[in-house]
Protein backbone atom coordinates (compact mmCIF):
# COMPACT_ATOMS: atom_id res chain seq x y z
CA UNK A 1 0.00 0.00 0.00
CA UNK A 2 1.25 3.29 -1.53
CA UNK A 3 1.28 6.19 1.39
CA UNK A 4 2.65 10.06 1.25
CA UNK A 5 2.32 11.80 4.69
CA UNK A 6 3.71 15.36 4.84
CA UNK A 7 4.86 16.92 7.98
CA UNK A 8 6.29 20.27 8.79
CA UNK A 9 3.50 23.00 8.35
CA UNK A 10 2.53 25.10 10.67
CA UNK A 11 2.03 28.66 11.29
CA UNK A 12 4.74 31.13 10.70
CA UNK A 13 4.87 35.25 10.18
CA UNK A 14 5.43 36.90 7.39
CA UNK A 15 9.14 36.36 6.27
CA UNK A 16 9.67 33.76 8.16
CA UNK A 17 10.81 30.11 7.35
CA UNK A 18 9.01 26.78 7.02
CA UNK A 19 10.47 23.23 6.02
CA UNK A 20 7.87 20.41 4.66
CA UNK A 21 8.41 17.02 4.25
CA UNK A 22 7.10 14.13 1.96
CA UNK A 23 7.66 10.54 3.51
CA UNK A 24 7.10 7.67 0.95
CA UNK A 25 6.21 4.44 2.21
CA UNK A 26 4.94 1.20 0.18
CA UNK A 27 6.70 2.90 -3.55
CA UNK A 28 10.21 3.48 -4.63
CA UNK A 29 10.40 7.08 -4.61
CA UNK A 30 13.21 7.23 -6.64
CA UNK A 31 11.15 6.22 -9.88
CA UNK A 32 8.67 9.13 -9.42
CA UNK A 33 8.50 12.60 -10.58
CA UNK A 34 6.55 13.94 -7.05
CA UNK A 35 5.14 17.44 -7.05
CA UNK A 36 4.02 20.03 -4.32
CA UNK A 37 0.56 21.55 -4.57
CA UNK A 38 -1.68 23.99 -2.92
CA UNK A 39 -4.74 25.44 -2.24
CA UNK A 40 -6.07 28.09 -0.81
CA UNK A 41 -9.70 28.09 0.47
CA UNK A 42 -11.53 29.62 -2.58
CA UNK A 43 -8.96 28.74 -5.05
CA UNK A 44 -8.32 25.81 -7.35
CA UNK A 45 -5.00 23.40 -6.28
CA UNK A 46 -2.02 24.60 -8.24
CA UNK A 47 1.41 22.99 -8.74
CA UNK A 48 4.02 25.18 -6.43
CA UNK A 49 7.17 22.66 -7.24
CA UNK A 50 8.38 20.23 -8.60
CA UNK A 51 10.99 17.48 -9.01
CA UNK A 52 11.66 14.69 -11.49
CA UNK A 53 13.66 11.33 -11.03
CA UNK A 54 16.62 12.65 -12.50
CA UNK A 55 16.27 15.85 -10.09
CA UNK A 56 15.29 18.25 -12.62
CA UNK A 57 13.13 20.92 -11.14
CA UNK A 58 10.46 23.47 -11.61
CA UNK A 59 8.77 26.39 -9.90
CA UNK A 60 5.61 28.34 -9.47
CA UNK A 61 6.55 31.70 -11.05
CA UNK A 62 5.82 33.43 -7.41
CA UNK A 63 8.24 31.38 -5.36
CA UNK A 64 10.86 31.11 -7.80
CA UNK A 65 13.89 32.28 -5.35
CA UNK A 66 11.92 31.51 -2.14
CA UNK A 67 10.80 27.86 -2.30
CA UNK A 68 13.51 24.83 -2.93
CA UNK A 69 12.33 21.48 -3.89
CA UNK A 70 14.95 18.46 -3.01
CA UNK A 71 14.76 14.92 -2.70
CA UNK A 72 16.44 12.55 -0.46
CA UNK A 73 15.94 8.91 -2.42
CA UNK A 74 17.76 6.82 0.29
CA UNK A 75 15.19 8.44 2.87
CA UNK A 76 12.27 8.15 0.28
CA UNK A 77 11.89 11.95 1.26
CA UNK A 78 11.22 14.67 -0.77
CA UNK A 79 11.26 17.82 0.76
CA UNK A 80 10.47 22.17 0.32
CA UNK A 81 12.44 24.44 1.78
CA UNK A 82 10.02 27.18 2.02
CA UNK A 83 11.57 30.93 2.99
CA UNK A 84 10.08 34.84 2.84
CA UNK A 85 7.18 33.38 3.60
CA UNK A 86 4.30 36.10 2.38
CA UNK A 87 0.17 36.07 3.71
CA UNK A 88 -0.51 34.69 0.21
CA UNK A 89 1.33 31.91 0.58
CA UNK A 90 -1.59 30.80 2.93
CA UNK A 91 -2.79 27.34 1.69
CA UNK A 92 -2.80 23.52 2.18
CA UNK A 93 0.17 22.02 0.72
CA UNK A 94 -0.06 18.36 -0.71
CA UNK A 95 2.50 16.20 -1.86
CA UNK A 96 1.96 14.27 -5.23
CA UNK A 97 4.42 11.40 -6.58
CA UNK A 98 3.67 10.57 -10.55
CA UNK A 99 4.93 7.86 -13.09
CA UNK A 100 4.36 6.34 -15.93
CA UNK A 101 5.01 2.26 -16.60
CA UNK A 102 4.22 0.42 -19.33
CA UNK A 103 1.50 3.31 -20.47
CA UNK A 104 0.04 3.28 -17.52
CA UNK A 105 -0.11 6.35 -14.75
CA UNK A 106 0.47 6.29 -10.88
CA UNK A 107 -0.72 8.92 -9.42
CA UNK A 108 -0.66 9.24 -4.92
CA UNK A 109 -1.35 12.00 -2.71
CA UNK A 110 -0.56 12.98 0.49
CA UNK A 111 -3.61 14.15 2.90
CA UNK A 112 -1.64 17.40 3.11
CA UNK A 113 -0.57 19.96 5.61
CA UNK A 114 -1.63 23.44 6.27
CA UNK A 115 0.67 26.46 6.41
CA UNK A 116 -0.49 29.98 7.38
CA UNK A 117 1.33 32.78 6.98
CA UNK A 118 -0.07 35.66 9.30
CA UNK A 119 1.36 38.02 11.82
Known amino acids: QVQLVESGGGLVQPGGSLRLSCAAS????????VGWYRQAAGNQRELVAD???????NYLDSVKGRFTISRDNAKNTVSLQMNSLKPEDTAVYYC?????????????WGQGTQVTVSS
Open 96 to 108: NAFRIRNGVSYHY
Open 26 to 33: GVIFSSYS
Open 51 to 57: ITSGGST
